[in-house]
């Protein structure tokens, strides 16, 4: 701190008037707002050279593309210090806050503010990787199979093995490594954000300005895209999330020639899982592990994006998807008592059907709302039947009634929606 200090008398030849600490994020930096003779700044103390050296090497790249970045003010020579251009207190999810308190049910002018930040995304993609030195950037140059694994196995090791999911660990890295492959199997020479969301965009009237961009890279557009529109606190209607992926698309297209409307939404669905396996390692690690209760509350929301995500796509990922289905119910918010519950319902159904001669199909679909109505998707159920801590309570008769109820009754899935059906249209946001 005292450093510091010395560093904003440097730049301002006087020591400021006050100096507040703010409050803190993922990460082991600390910020200050310091305010003195030269108006209010915003001053850095970091523990990791390389990091700040990132930071410092892309803001000052992407500020020379003329990129709505904070502007560097003073640098220490050793770079574990350094003073900004203060963006205020605003960010872009303080000023959706409304919406997502609403449930999703987001007014005019913040879907305005989400679109304004969403088509500014292409820009900073692909003018801000013109001309960009990918060896300065930390931990690493690029988006490649070192990385994604990585990943992959931070979402192992910090989550999984966390929440005590049995897996076969051969078979599991058999499929993060065709994973892999898949998600680097195109060259992009995009500037990869990484961590794009609404915290880490600022607003100055209106108009986004970007912060927190010292892990981007080398690396495909696609990430960013699911980074930001299915962050897990989010909430961001089904309609909402076509829209904007609209809006993203017809935004990248002014910067590059763009993929057809189907192999656009395949490979987004495919990173939207990948990137949600990111964050719930970085959860657990912040959560379970530092105990940072912030990221505690941000794994169900996450589990409800995976658990949608799963009901939705058919992933080419065998023991993956099977070790995330029980992942999913591992996590799921519902107790014991409300599955219990959905089957009793099940239980009444055959009941009513034996006393009023009805067929069983017809008294399932009466029964089936009141499981929907409890936000239990299909895949839920399916696997719950199994769960060992309710097969002792639930006889084998009626676990299969349920399984037959599932598979044989027709019931809409309450699920982000099929992402493929955008590319059977010319306007997505009529979707």
């Known amino acids: ?135 300065q950037c930390y931990p690493q140059a690029a988006f490649d199979m070192d990385s994604v694994m990585f990943d992959l196995n931070y979402f192992k090791y910090c989550f999984l093995k966390a929440i005590d999911i049995d897996f076969h660990e051969l078979k599991l890295e058999a499929d993060f490594r065709l994973m892999a492959k898949d998600l680097t199997s195109e060259s992009c020479d995009a500037f990869l954000y990484r961590d794009f969301q ?25 990430y960013d ?36 409307h189907r192999h656009f939404v395949n490979r987004l669905s495919l990173f939207v899982l990948f990137r949600t396996l990111q964050v719930l390692g970085a959860y657990g690690f912040r959560g379970y592990f530092e105990r940072k209760q912030h990221f505690i509350e941000s794994i169900p929301p996450a589990i409800r994006n995976l658990r949608e995500l799963l009901d939705e796509r058919n992933f080419p990922y065998p023991d993956l998807v099977d070790v995330l289905y029980r992942t999913c119910v591992s996590c799921s918010s519902l107790t014991v008592s409300t599955i219990l519950t959905c089957w009793t319902c099940f239980a009444a159904c055959v009941r009513s059907s034996r006393r009023s001669a009805l067929p069983f199909r017809s008294t399932l679909r009466s029964a089936l709302p009141l499981c929907t109505a409890k936000n239990t998707p299909r895949s839920t159920l399916l696997l719950s039947a199994s769960s060992p801590s309710l097969t002792r309570k639930v006889s084998l008769r009626m676990r299969v009634a349920m399984v037959e109820a599932m598979c044989l009754t027709a019931v809409p ?10 590319s059977n249209s010319q306007d997505w946001t009529s979707l």
């Open 225 to 260: 895209v699911a980074s930001f529109l299915w962050q897990a606190s989010a909430r961001y209607s089904h309609k909402l999330r076509r829209e904007l992926v609209y809006e993203y698309y017809q935004a990248l297209s002014q910067y590059i020639e763009v993929p057809s």
């Open 413 to 422: 899935l309450t699920t982000l929606g099929d992402m493929s059906s955008i």
């Open 198 to 222: 609404a915290r880490n965009v600022m607003l100055i009237d209106n108009s986004p300005y970007f912060i927190d961009f010292q892990g981007g890279r080398r690396g495909p557009y696609y």
């Open 1 to 135: 701190m005292k450093q510091l200090i010395e560093l904003y008398k440097q730049w301002s030849g006087a020591e400021p008037d006050s100096c507040e600490r703010l409050p803190g994020a993922g990460s082991n930096r600390e910020y200050y707002r310091m305010n003195g003779n030269r108006g209010t700044v915003i001053g850095c103390v970091g523990t990791s050279r390389d990091e700040n050296h990132a930071f410092i090497y892309l803001c000052r790249h992407l500020a020379s593309r003329r990129l709505p970045v904070p502007e560097l003010l003073a640098v220490s020579d050793d770079e574990l210090r350094y003073l900004q251009t203060d963006l205020g207190n605003m960010s872009l999810f303080d000023a959706i806050k409304g919406g997502r308190e609403a449930g999703g049910r987001y007014n005019v002018a913040e879907k305005q503010l989400l679109i304004r930040t969403i088509r500014e995304l292409p820009r900073i993609q692909i003018e801000g990787a013109h001309g960009l030195d990918f060896a």
